[in-house]
């Protein structure tokens, strides 16, 4: 049974830089969590019904982002380095971390999260199969993935969460003693393999019980995360994507602490815990099914726009055929936000002089922006309202899973120039008021579908 422990602290010599308060010994109370075993505990009626809805937001937002939007669903779930990034005075965006990623170079802080973020994915990925038993190593190892500078391997010294000062004996939370971490490593590591029972329970114990145990010296908050993606990964809550929904309650500290000390409590306060975790998980999977939703609507407002474009400079056709290549690239924004000439030569077989026109031509008509390096020399051409929307849903998470209207993110970058409403209303005008669904942009839109169909089942 959980239960605490008294320890004595006495400061190590050579600590002269401590305050007075931090030099002075004396007792604290470590708290050392109860073995879970591989089977999930008993739960109230709300703390089960919320799993459950939880469960289902989660997996209709995986089915939704996952068939289209795959590479925006990979900037959301970067956006936890995003922030980081920012709290360490590195100002990094989603739309500079989408160049850097697709060119291979750029800011180095961007290309660092980037190498981390990937290095992070392959391990969790690794970690999914469910025919692979989890043990202490793999968890060690991928802690070493996530904070590669740190010494590889479980904490031997006494930690402790928040306070003031240095000292355990003014701590927030003091984790178990270094002697029991091994053992309760072990234990989650079990816990993890298990797929049995509701993934959102599952996926919200495994990761109370790390960030209690907080066996590494440090990289314990995102180690704790990658976690959570595994145990979803692994029970198939998870197919397609990672969404990221510990960046919601991590944007909502009141909450997250209070639900971890609900689940600290003796006797454990669990129902609190997994009921406060769903919540978390419906916002984020919510979050992610309204960007699917927003870059469908602005897919067919940026079609309308670039045929209206093409008739207001007498460009015939004003409707480019099924085969276009400018087609192909509207079709693949959301996936492919940042093009260059290369790339579409590359990707779509096509001659250089082509994908110059073709990118020119959606420049021209206002749906890619030019982007260009110090030097004023062109780099790239982005998709800017995509990536727009990436930005204003990924701020949503950082504070809460909320309108940021009402709520302020405290670190990440700012708001696009054009805030969610102009950026939708000046692209969708036309749906409500122009008759959008005529025969012809009907028609148009399935052959935008037939595209898209194609252009997926050639990539796979």
């Not at 779930?77 to 697709?102: D, F, H, M, Q, Y």
């Not at 420049?363 to 890619?368: M, N, R």
């Not at 959008?436 to 028609?443: H, K, Q, R």
Request: proline share 5%.
């Amino acid at each position: 049974m959980a239960h605490y422990v008294e320890r004595l602290w006495r400061p190590v010599e050579g600590s002269s830089g401590l305050s007075r308060r931090d030099r002075a010994p004396g007792r604290y109370q470590a708290y050392v969590p109860d073995e879970l075993g591989a089977d999930l505990p008993d739960l109230g009626a709300e703390a089960r019904e919320a799993a459950e809805t939880a469960l289902q937001t989660l997996s209709r937002a995986d089915e939704r982002i996952g068939r289209r939007g795959r590479f925006l669903s990979h900037l959301l779930i970067r956006s936890e380095s995003i922030s980081s990034s920012w709290i360490e005075g590195n100002r990094v965006t989603p739309k500079k971390l989408a160049i850097a990623e697709a060119l291979q170079h750029g800011p180095q802080v961007a290309l660092d999260v980037i190498a981390n973020v990937r290095a992070t994915e392959q391990a969790i990925e690794v970690l999914a199969d469910r025919g692979r038993e989890i043990t202490l190593e793999d968890i060690e190892d991928l802690q070493h993935v996530i904070e590669p500078r740190l010494g590889h391997g479980i904490r031997q010294e006494q930690n402790w969460v928040g306070g003031p000062g240095w000292s355990p004996l003014r701590a927030e939370f003091v984790p178990p003693p270094e002697g029991d971490v091994r053992r309760l490593v072990e234990d989650l590591a079990r816990f993890v393999t298990a797929t049995g029972g509701s993934p959102i329970v599952r996926a919200a114990i495994a990761h109370a019980q790390f960030e209690t145990i907080h066996p590494f010296v440090d990289g314990n908050g995102r180690t704790g995360r990658a976690l959570i993606h595994t145990v979803l990964s692994r029970t198939d809550a998870l197919r397609n994507v990672l969404i990221p929904i510990s960046t919601v309650f991590a944007g909502d500290t009141g909450s997250y602490i209070a639900g971890l000390t609900a689940y600290r409590e003796i006797p454990s306060r669990l129902d609190d815990w997994v009921i406060g975790f769903s919540t978390a998980v419906e916002r984020a999977a919510e979050n992610a099914v309204r960007l699917s939703e927003q870059v469908e609507q602005l897919d067919v407002a940026i079609i309308d726009r670039f045929i209206q474009h093409r008739a207001d400079e007498g460009i015939k056709p004003a409707k480019p055929r099924s085969d276009a290549l400018v087609l192909k690239l509207l079709t693949h924004l959301a996936e492919e936000p940042v093009l260059t000439a290369a790339q579409v030569t590359q990707r779509w077989s096509a001659s250089p002089a082509a994908a110059h026109r073709a990118l020119t031509e959606l420049a021209d008509a206002g749906i890619l922006a030019r982007t260009k390096d110090h030097k004023g020399k062109l780099v790239c051409f982005t998709a800017d309202q995509h990536l727009g929307l990436v930005a204003l849903t990924e701020r949503s998470n950082r504070a809460g899973g909320v309108d940021t209207a009402i709520r302020k993110p405290r670190f990440g970058p700012a708001a696009p120039a054009q805030d969610r409403g102009r950026l939708l209303d000046e692209l969708t005008r036309q749906v409500d008021e122009d008759g959008l669904y005529d025969v012809d942009a009907e028609t148009y839109r399935d052959d935008l579908d037939k595209a898209r169909r194609q252009g997926m089942s050639s990539e796979h």
